[in-house]
């Protein structure tokens, strides 16, 4: 066994009725850490393992829906060694940017540790680094490996390159979001994230095949990092040719005319079909590591003919991914 991730619970703020805030458990063969102890996390924890048998709690921040039960875990650590259950005092880990460290020792029942981004922490088999978040108080951002696997979680922060460094490779990455629309007109919105790839090198080349809106700006934006847009006279061998591995696919919907695919929120006629998205899809011959299928709209959709367009790329992207793993 690698380990295992459960979640204790995942709201924010503060728990519905009967659920947890914060909180994720991580077991290995002889190890396990709690992540964070928000509100309601003590109790639904023990339907996973009982309290004197945690060895490490590892914090993000001190935000009460990361921290609320930390108190009375403390107390169960203290009855637990007082009644012989457990031997040795609960570790706990959280950052010393503030005085919340000092509350994570108490009496001999628990010791409070630091952590930081320089130093990465050896718990039991598990490897932890710590990346730096931005959130109105510090926050740190976590990787966990063991055995080649790779565990990222985010907590809380807005976003930040650093993401980057602590996410890359992850086989999971646990990441909390919300659907507020405070962060609307940003350069982080849905509607650039390829400028922000090409602006920052982390791909060697942009193809984007089925483009009929481009605007001027597009244009120039297409002609600054080199992109290259096929015209439709382009055959599908040609869209492909020449790709280096590794490839990602973004793939969306809205490239299909809409009579292939009408669960789209932007008609633009004059767009492809399916058949000639599935060609290009099976001319490719590299390594594809990783692809999203994106711009379905349901309530546009009629009788899910595009919801079942969108499963047969996922098929056959899927197929050609396992086929040149
Ligand atoms: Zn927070």
């Not at 628990?110 to 952590?115: C, D, K, Y």
Request: hydrophobic residues 40%; proline residues 5%.
């Amino acid at each position: 066994m690698t380990f295992k991730i459960t979640t204790i619970g995942w709201w924010g703020a503060y728990p519905d009725a009967n659920e947890a805030s914060s909180g994720y458990l991580i077991k290995s063969e002889d190890y396990s850490v709690l992540i964070d102890c928000g509100s309601g996390v003590l109790s639904r924890l023990q339907n996973y393992i009982a309290l004197q048998d945690l060895d490490a709690v590892v914090l993000s921040h001190y935000h009460w829906d990361h921290v609320a039960d930390i108190g009375c875990l403390q107390y169960a650590a203290r009855i637990a060694m007082d009644l012989g259950r457990r031997e040795n005092p609960l570790p706990i880990y959280g950052h010393a940017e503030d005085d919340n460290l000092k509350g994570l020792t108490y009496l001999q029942y628990s010791q409070g540790h630091a952590i930081d981004t320089r130093t990465p922490l050896r718990l039991g088999n598990l490897s932890f680094r710590f990346g730096r978040n931005v959130h109105p108080d510090p926050c740190f951002s976590m990787r966990v490996e063991k055995s080649n696997r790779t565990f990222v979680y985010i907590a809380d922060t807005e976003y930040t390159d650093n993401l980057i460094e602590i996410a890359r490779g992850a086989d999971l990455l646990l990441c909390e979001s919300s659907l507020y629309d405070e962060y609307q007109g940003n350069r982080y919105s849905h509607a650039c994230p390829f400028a922000r790839i090409m602006e920052d090198n982390l791909a060697v080349r942009l193809i984007q095949a089925g483009i009929r809106t481009a605007n001027t700006h597009q244009r120039e934006q297409a002609e600054k990092f080199g992109m290259n847009i096929p015209d439709f006279s382009v055959s599908p061998d040609e869209v492909v040719s020449g790709l280096e591995d590794p490839l990602y696919i973004s793939l969306d919907l809205d490239v299909l005319d809409p009579a292939f695919a009408p669960g789209v929120s932007h008609y633009e006629p004059g767009g492809l079909s399916t058949r000639q998205v599935l060609d290009i899809i099976h001319r490719i011959d590299v390594r594809i590591v990783g692809a999203d299928i994106v711009e379905y709209n349901p309530s546009r959709d009629i009788n899910g003919l595009t919801a079942m367009t969108a499963a047969k790329f996922v098929k056959e992207i899927g197929s050609m991914m396992i086929n040149n793993p």
